[in-house]
């Protein structure tokens, strides 16, 4: 099959009379809880995807008559043919705009590469006392009872209808529920009416217009083109600006959960409810309100960066720069002239698609990965107005649009396996009006809108063009369709014509798709929106499109040179904008109100309505364009690739930050201005840092280079370092400014030495070394104790803490003077200087077991180790605070970042969890990680997500946080099982009374000495006793850590440990997730084989040499020892207590109970006894069976 064709699909199916393929059986519940018969068959033919079951309506309430059903209506002119529905339901025909309906169905119809969707509406059928129903115009009217702007349309029967609507969803009305509160406010009304805005006819595509479709091109006639019911209207009218949005819109937050995410000030404290603030919100009141100190330790203050995927929108006219963006999870509301911001925060993933309101006032948002949501937020307050949960939990959302009258979402999912969801976001419902999914052969859905015209009816499409089939009975587009490259599919729209479904493709192409295809014979066309088909294509440039928009009576096109045209309803060009420093049109946001009046035309002229617009690239730039004057105005310029590095001035309130696209920019974070910037084209930028003294900025390069910058002007202050091999990916000065040293992904540390050359200060290449065979984590400088030398350490993957001597080092040989494994199977990922606290200095490392270890700065010995935050993932960066002035001098603070989040730790650290706090920051992941020189603010780099967060300060909060959390031993005692009073403790005194016993003796007649201690050398026995086993390094370190705790003070060691003390080091010690089968099925996937049946298995011989050879070896004593004492206690066996076997005994134990081949779960299980690996082994054998 050539590129490009698509296969033939199978028939589709549509509800009316005449030709069609049958329609699957569908079972629907009834008004009374129970099912509705299947669908008539329309037709012969092949039958349909199954359509998604209504939402189960509310049991009839006590003498409350059953619907009846509606005999069959016949076709009405110029509408189609309808379908009649029985048991309950009625007549199923598209839902009108105005009459809202919990029991829909859903019908979607695919388009080449585009999905063509409707909602269709079921009508309850009880008739009305004295009143006669009939169907008209797709909805039940009364024609006693006109309604403004739809003849024959009740407007007192659609109003009782949304009513019905929200007693059936199970609460009241949230535009009632405002009401009842504080009463309408003054632009309060009615819904306007949704019917379309009339257009003249023939304003569609016309089949005369030149194309690349080399068959008949014979003008429409007008039986063909009655399908536009507006045909003969005037000239269509812009759309109506709405100041507040009607109906249930107005205060759709009644019902809602909250969000405490959501920053509020105290003046907002004092209304009763969030409704109140939806009703009294004004255009620019956000940034007015009054923030109120805030409870966290860590506030956003700002955000640099956006996701330049997305589109950026425009909220306010005329003079003001109001833009709304999205920033990894967070919206942004930026006030460019204002030099404000204000973030919108709900979100625990990184937003993936938001849309807009035609108002500009409600915006709704959705991300993707773990407990997705959906966020619809008022743009005036700042209020989420609505929060709909696990809305695809699968994979989140890829596509959202919200209709013209703002009341309705459109969802399309992340998965393979696409869903597409209708949302009646103002209900307080979790479910969807409707939804479907699509098959995968489809196509990749990316793209959503609605039709301005009918709130209804929407269309999507995915952007590539492949062989599979994508439509719902409609004729495949292909090469061969119209004998030209249709190219790979960008966005798609509504034509204003009510009509017209237009596609922009990267061949710079417009395929139209219409109801009437001028190739088939009128009485075979079938209705829309099945009968939709590609009638056209069109050629409108060479340049891919990638932004088409309508208008008014206007069609829009936005392409990857930076040009944005105007076309009329014949895709006539009309007006073109460019400008040499634009990029790819990434999207347009047209402003509400006119640059000039209608009138200002002379009446014998067209008038070409402009508006001015916010245009954004795919670049990272934003241009605000004026069309009267065809000026643009660069709004923003930021990163375009991953921001991997950022540092902060260490005496001024600068921060630099580079990113791989060689963008290195300077800003004063005090006032947020923009201050300097430099590109360097050459190769990304992937670390930053200051001199102590301040004077100049080194970047470290993707190219394996380094540049000396100055550090105000970011002008190179000498000549390129390339030294480096690989990728630079720490760089750091020593606390002179001395010598600056590097690593980068090659493994290698590289010194230089600052020289002066010509009176200039500059650096020259001193030497450097291959010192680690794994990622190099961190580098760091410090100074010799009793001296001011510099001091280098590096610390790797691969458990090395490499010292290199810098006073010996020379001319390509860089001296090492202590290298020392850190960690026994536990990765490194960072270290800091840890801040004096006592007479024994301390380097602090974390690994990734979630622990944090105190080495002695000269011997680096381990000197303690604690529990650290535990927040999802270990700690990859982490930086001493610098001590703000109103903070205790004597009280210190570590920040950090893990994979996603920042916080912060007070010190000393001791395990409290209580003493750390931590914030999502960028949920794909956090690059990098700064403190301001005062200690007040903190920066993290997002890394993909092209942001920079920065973070105020408030270190009360989290002394307070600490507080509450108890003091003493109370923190402690809440970590264990139970707690204070739990079964565990009990048995931990049990244990610990015990140990007291056995170390005076199980065999004497004397008193014995109870008391509140045990020697040190009964820790492992108490340790292993409530189910932690640790290694030998392990059990020595406890020992060391408690021996030698007050050697610093006193110069005495410690020989007995309390209960406090021994719970403390158990909460330390022990693994912070508890026992894991994982990293033992992890050790068999290396270690083992597979067996005949698939699975990773160990040989008994090889597991006991392994015992004996490696890791810390077992005598063959030991061994039997161990193996006796554990096979000894199974189930089954005489007694509780173990057999007793003589050496020569041990082997024919063990031959006999353990197997040839083991397991992971064997060994866990039937060696260890390990009940969780029992259970896991139990449902392993159930899944064995199935």
Known sequence: MPRGALSQPRAGFRLGQGEGPNVSPLQVPALGGGSVPPLPAAGGGEEGPPLSPLPASPPLSPGEPLAQPVPPVRPLPGNGARSPRDAGIGVSVPFPPAVPSSRSLWYSQTLGKCVWERVFQSISTAQLPGRRVQVDGLCEVTPEEPTEGRPGISSELKMSQDRQ?????????????????????????????????????????????????????????????????????????????????KGAISSPHSGCRKQDTQQRSSKDDQHDGSSSLVWGAKPGMLFQKDRESSPHSLNLSWVFGYNSRLAVHGLMDGEDRVLLYVSSHTVVIHDVLGNRQYHL?????????LCVSEDKRWVAT??????????????????????????????????????????????????????????????PTEKPL?????????????????????????????????????????PFLSIKTFRSVVGRFSQSVFHFNNSQVLTGTSAGKVVVWDAVDPRTDPKEQRARPLGMTPTK????????????????????????????????????????????????????????????PPDAFPARSQPFLTRNFILSTSDATVFHVATDSANFEKVLEEAKKAVSAIACHPQQTLVAVGSLCGLLKLWDYRHTEYLASRIFPEAGIQCLAYDPEGYFLAAGFTDGSVHILDAISLQSSCEELRFSRGPVTHISFSHNS?????????????????????????????????????????????????????????????????????????KDHLVVTHRDRVEQSAVPLCLAWYPQLSTESFILTANNCYKMKLLNTTTKMCRKTLLGPTYGSPLEKMQILPATSTADPKQYYLVYITKDKVGLQILPVDGNPHKSSAFICHPDGASDLASSYDGR????????????????????????????????????????????????????????????ICSQGTNTLENRQVSVHIPLEEIPSVMRAIGFYPSEEEIEEMINEVKFSKCMDGGEQVTEINLEDFIKLYINHRPALGLSMKSLQRAFQVLGYDNEKGDKVIDRGDLLSLLQCRGEQMTEDELAQCLTTLLGRRPGRRGSEPDIHDPSGAAALIEEEIPEEITAEIFAADILGLPIAAQEKKNGRKEANL
């Open 537 to 596: 294509i069109v050629s409108v440039q060479k340049e891919s499109l990638t932004v088409l928009q309508v208008l008014e009576s206007c069609i829009v096109t936005g392409d990857v040179k930076g040009h944005i045209k105007f076309y009329d309803g014949e895709l006539r060009l009309l007006r073109l904008y460019s400008h040499s420093k634009v990029g790819p049109i990434r999207s347009l946001s047209f402003s509400t109100t006119l640059c000039d």
């Open 738 to 810: 001395q010598y600056l040293a590097t690593a980068d992904e090659k493994y290698s540390v590289i010194v230089y030495k600052k020289v002066l050359q010509e009176g200039r200060r500059c650096w020259e290449h001193l030497a450097g070394l291959d010192s680690h065979y794994k990622p190099i984590r961190s580098i760091l400088f410090g100074v010799q104790s009793g001296s001011n030398e510099p001091r280098l350490l590096s610390l790797g993957e691969d458990r090395q803490l490499v010292e290199y001597d810098l006073s010996s080092s020379i």
């Open 937 to 996: 603010y903190i920066f993290t780099a997002g890394g993909s997500d092209c942001t920079v967060m920065k973070w105020k300060v408030n270190l009360s909060a989290l002394d307070a946080a600490a507080f509450l959390g108890g003091e003493d031993m109370i923190p402690f005692y809440n970590l264990l099982d139970g707690g204070r009073e739990g079964e565990f403790f009990r048995e931990l005194e049990d244990y610990f009374y015990y140990a007291q």
């Open 366 to 427: 959705a991300d993707r990965g773990p407990d997705a949501l959906i966020i619809v937020w008022d743009s005036f307050s700042g209020v989420p107005v609505r929060t709909i949960f696990e809305s695809h939990p699968e994979d989140g959302v890829c596509a959202i649009a919200i209709s013209r009258d703002a009341k309705y979402l459109v969802t399309i999912s992340a998965g393979t396996v696409q869903r597409v969801c209708v949302w009646r976001w103002t209900l």
């Open 165 to 245: 609507m929200a007693q059936e969803m199970g609460e009241q009305d949230p535009l009632a529920a405002a009401k009842e509160k504080e009463g309408p406010p003054e632009d309060a009304g009615a819904d306007e009416p949704l019917c379309p805005p009339s257009t003249p006819s023939r304003m569609g595509i016309l089949d005369t217009l030149p194309s690349t479709w080399a068959g008949s091109q014979d003008a429409l006639g007008e039986d063909i083109a009655r399908t536009s019911c507006l045909k003969g209207a005037g000239p269509p009218k812009p759309p109506p600006v709405l100041s507040e949005p």
């Open 434 to 474: 409707c939804s479907t999914e699509l098959r995968p052969e489809f196509g990749y859905q990316n793209y959503v809108i609605f039709n301005p015209q009918d709130p209804h009816e929407f269309v999507s499409n995915s952007k590539t063009q492949g062989d599979a089939g994508l439509q719902y009975g409609t």
């Open 345 to 353: 925060q709900g979100h625990a993933n990184v937003i993936s698609c």
